[in-house]
């Protein structure tokens, strides 16, 4: 069952979404506001640069209202991009080549590019019901590889899911550790985005102490 609270969330987050479908240039300011309230009530990073765009956040929005359990099953049904293909690892690693362009030297996106190179970037899509280890399509020995088997989870709303996996603070955010989430489950670094025009939960291996 969905709590008040969430109830509460859902119904500003569906108001979010028609005020930003419908804004004009003059209330971007105070739209954008809105929505970075809406998304830190779940705990989310309004200024992360994979949410700053309106087709990002409309596209988030979107996801977060449909949370009820009649939504979580529609999810499975959805018509979003094949994780497990390799046009889908190239759309992922020319949006992680970009995003490490325009980080500089180094930082999240170039982390997460090393992990997929090296085979260690996980992706997953609870609303498909689906996790996959990246691989790089650039690679000589992937050259074959138009797609490999992912592996099954439990079908889940993103809501629900990422309460499952990642800690909140005091101030109910999620909590992040060097500029990432940390996967509560397995102590690996996470991140929540959009990549294409879907959004995904990545995973990859902390870095060892030194």
Do not use: C
């Not at 300011?29 to 200024?47: C, H, K, N, R």
Request: proline content about 2%; charged content about 20%; glycine content about 8%.
């Amino acid at each position: 069952m969905v709590s008040a609270l969430d109830s509460t969330r859902l119904v500003s987050a569906q108001y979010a979404l028609k005020n930003l479908r419908g804004s004009d240039d003059g209330a971007q300011d105070t739209q954008s506001s809105s929505v970075a309230s809406i998304l830190s009530s779940y705990g989310l990073d309004p200024s992360s640069s994979s949410l700053l765009s309106n087709q990002a956040l409309s596209g988030l929005l979107d996801t977060l209202s449909a949370q009820s359990d009649t939504a979580d099953e529609a999810d499975t049904t959805g018509d979003g991009a094949d994780v497990t293909s390799a046009s889908f690892m190239s759309m992922l690693k020319q949006q992680l080549q970009d995003a490490a362009a325009a980080e500089g030297e180094s930082g999240k996106a170039h982390d997460m590019l090393a992990a997929l190179e090296a085979g260690t970037l996980t992706i997953t899509d609870p609303t498909q019901g689906v996790s996959i280890t990246a691989w790089d399509v650039d690679d000589p020995d992937e050259a074959d590889s138009e797609s490999k088997a992912g592996k099954d989870i439990d079908v889940s709303g993103w809501s629900d899911f990422l309460d499952a996996h990642l800690e909140r603070g005091a101030d109910g955010a999620f909590v992040k550790e060097n500029g990432s989430y940390v996967d509560q489950t397995n102590d690996s670094n996470a991140f929540f985005g959009l990549i294409g025009s879907n959004y995904y939960y990545l995973s990859w291996p902390q870095a060892a102490a030194k």
